[in-house]
């Protein structure tokens, strides 16, 4: 691994948690997204990694929740059908919870690696300027 492969490994790893960080975001200020039946419901985004060769990670992509989402009976609703149903995103709020706890600590854990490699290359610049 040469000098700066560390710097680079944790910043892909940066990027990867913050895309992370952002779909999750959307997904849970969206979770009680009202839709009318005859509308799609919100579809949560779920990032797709893709392991680099170099020991990095990109973004491959994105998927989406289901559009059916789940029918709720609300029949005092605005939006509610005639048969008093409303339709809401289908997705765990658990799950959601979870994995924003992981991200966080993700990028934490690149964060605090980029340092740990800055000051480490910084006091090898040292040592050699003596």
């Known amino acids: 691994m040469g000098a700066f492969d560390t710097l680079r490994i944790a ?5 990867a948690h913050q895309v992370w960080l952002d779909a999750l975001a959307g997904n849970i200020a969206n979770a009680n997204t009202v839709k009318p039946t005859s ?8 990032v797709v990694f893709d392991p680099r060769s170099d020991g990095g990670v990109d973004v491959a992509g994105f998927a989406e929740g289901d559009p059916e ?9 605005p939006l509610a059908d005639e048969d008093g149903y409303v339709r809401l995103p289908d997705m765990d709020m658990a799950a959601q919870m979870s994995e924003l706890v992981m991200a966080q600590r993700g990028y934490q854990a ?7 490699a800055q000051d480490t ?3 090898a610049l040292q040592i050699g300027a003596r």
Request: glycine letters at 12%; proline letters at 3%; hydrophobic letters at 30%.
């Open 11 to 15: 910043n892909t790893a940066l990027g």
């Open 39 to 46: 509308e799609d419901a919100f579809q949560a985004t779920y």
């Open 69 to 77: 989402g789940r029918m709720v009976h609300s029949p005092g609703h």
């Open 110 to 116: 690149s964060v605090q690696v980029t340092k740990t």
């Open 121 to 123: 290359y910084g006091a």
